[in-house]
């Protein structure tokens, strides 16, 4: 046992000093992330695998414990592994290896594709490729499997994807803000679950159908997915536009947040486009707005400065500077994925199939995140083979794990101590 366990770890060890010795000077050259005690930043080498040196963040991992718990956290859009600092020590101190890692795109994270918008290969970004990312990362932490992932947003999706495919890997896992929307087939609107597919031409065609129902509205719409896929998303991304990054930053995190009185989400009936109006503006724009003048006529007339309660000038600095490093096509190159044929059509492959291990769903009460794929949530009986409940936490919209980190954990522990027993 003894020499197994070393052996394991010399491994472990060589593969980080290797990085050090030939891919880090990059990284070498960044200054430390402002991280709470417990928190350290690891770089794991994947390179021969998935091309990527992941940065992750690591709270509670004891190196020479093959047989401890690991928990997988999975940032989404606009965010970098950073947005979990506040809950990993407490997941870390109920003994579980904690790791969050920078998603491909994003952060400190490098390795994946940064050729020019109309050169870049999207492929490298599809939700297949990225659950590709996750099981070379944990072959590279020194582990098999984990006790569960849990992704918020864009990381939901591909938390899910994970707990679909490889739910050996995988064996649980908690969704936040996105539930799973089952893979769909061209001659059914919504998803199916035992028809096997028939064609693959559905996902424009539907998309394009919804973008035209929503530009005959008055005053016409579009969707949020579409708009971040086009090539002049990431200049006011990047900009800000006439708000300038800070303030175009923080309004995005605050019309989204319980702290906007405007968020009221409820339950829409079906995808059609006057129930699609309903959702605000951040989802459902108006078709003459960026993002940011969006997010300039949402918050005219209100104090944005009540989220530095959860989203401190000091935190927000983080993802500022994190993000004129990168940039944000890196992430936005996520949504391309989402709305290209090409990309979605091998999703097909597992069409039908449910995720077979445990499976709650987490968000904020305020949260229209929840409500957006029409369907989603009342499906997860069907969709999931072991769906233990969904959780809207009070007090919260989008950002549960920084509004609410304590509801959070402390339902996120409940789930596991569940699972355990
Ligand atoms: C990647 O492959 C090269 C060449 O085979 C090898 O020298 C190196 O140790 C490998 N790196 C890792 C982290 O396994
Ligand atoms: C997960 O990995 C651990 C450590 O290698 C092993 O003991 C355990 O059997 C694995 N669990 C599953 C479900 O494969
Ligand atoms: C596939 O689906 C599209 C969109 O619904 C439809 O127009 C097309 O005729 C279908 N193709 C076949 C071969 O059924
Ligand atoms: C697939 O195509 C067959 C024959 O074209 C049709 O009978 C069947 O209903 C289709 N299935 C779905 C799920 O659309
Ligand atoms: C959904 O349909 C029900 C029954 O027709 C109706 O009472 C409810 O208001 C509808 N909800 C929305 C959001 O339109
Ligand atoms: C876009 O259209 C809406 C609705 O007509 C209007 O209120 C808004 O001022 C327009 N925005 C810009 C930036 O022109
Ligand atoms: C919000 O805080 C920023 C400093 O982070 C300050 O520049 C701005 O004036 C404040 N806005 C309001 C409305 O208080
Ligand atoms: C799913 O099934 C469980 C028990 O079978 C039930 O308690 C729960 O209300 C169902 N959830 C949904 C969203 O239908």
């Known amino acids: 046992m003894y020499s197994m366990a070393t052996t394991w770890l010399a491994a472990v060890l060589t593969a980080l000093i290797n990085l050090s010795a030939a891919a880090s000077n990059f990284h070498r050259s960044l200054p430390s992330l402002p991280l709470p005690h417990g928190i350290d930043e690891i770089y794991v080498d994947c390179v021969n695998s998935t091309g990527l040196v992941v940065h992750a963040l690591s709270a509670g991992c004891h190196q020479d414990s093959q047989d401890q718990s690991v928990l997988i956290l999975l940032h989404g859009y606009p965010e970098i592994a950073y947005t979990w600092v506040h809950i990993m020590p407490k997941l870390a101190s109920n003994g579980y290896c904690v790791v969050a890692p920078d998603l491909r795109g994003a952060g400190r994270t490098t390795g994946w594709d940064t050729k020019p918008y109309s050169q870049v290969d999207l492929a490298e970004f599809s939700d297949i490729n990225m659950v ?138 079906s995808s059609d486009a006057t129930q699609l109006a309903m959702i605000p503006r951040y989802y459902v724009m108006y078709q003459n707005e960026s993002m940011s003048e969006t997010i300039q006529s949402l918050t005219r007339g209100y104090n944005t400065n009540v989220t530095q309660s959860w989203l401190p000038d000091s935190d927000l600095d983080v993802y500022i500077s994190e993000f004129q490093r990168t940039g944000f096509q890196g992430e936005l190159n996520w949504y391309r994925v989402l709305t290209s044929t090409a990309e979605t059509t091998s999703n097909f492959l597992m069409a039908g199939a449910k995720i077979r291990g445990p499976v709650i769903y987490l968000s904020g009460e305020k949260d229209w995140g929840t409500y957006q794929h029409p369907g989603a949530l009342e499906s997860y009986n069907k969709t999931c083979a072991d769906f233990r409940g969904s959780f809207l936490i009070e007090g919260a919209g989008h950002w549960v794990q920084l509004e609410q980190p304590e509801a959070l954990v402390e339902r996120v522990l409940r789930f596991l101590d569940e699972i355990r027993s």
């Open 132 to 269: 590709r990312d996750l099981v070379s990362l944990v072959y590279g932490l020194g582990y098999t499997n984990v006790t569960s992932v849990i992704g918020h947003d864009y990381g939901a999706i591909i938390a899910e994807w994970a707990a679909l495919i490889r739910p050996d890997i995988f064996t649980s896992s908690v969704h936040m803000s996105n539930p799973f929307d089952a893979p769909r087939t061209p001659s059914h609107p919504a998803p199916i679950y035992n028809d096997p597919p028939n064609n693959t031409t559905s996902t424009t065609s539907k998309l394009e159908q919804q973008e035209a129902a929503l530009a005959k509205l008055s005053p016409p719409r579009k969707y949020y997915q579409l708009y971040n896929s086009q090539p002049s998303a990431a200049n006011d991304w990047n900009t800000g536009g006439a708000l300038g990054q800070r303030a175009f930053l923080r309004g995005y995190f605050y019309t989204k947040s319980a702290d906007w009185p405007e968020n009221h989400p409820h339950t829409l009936n």
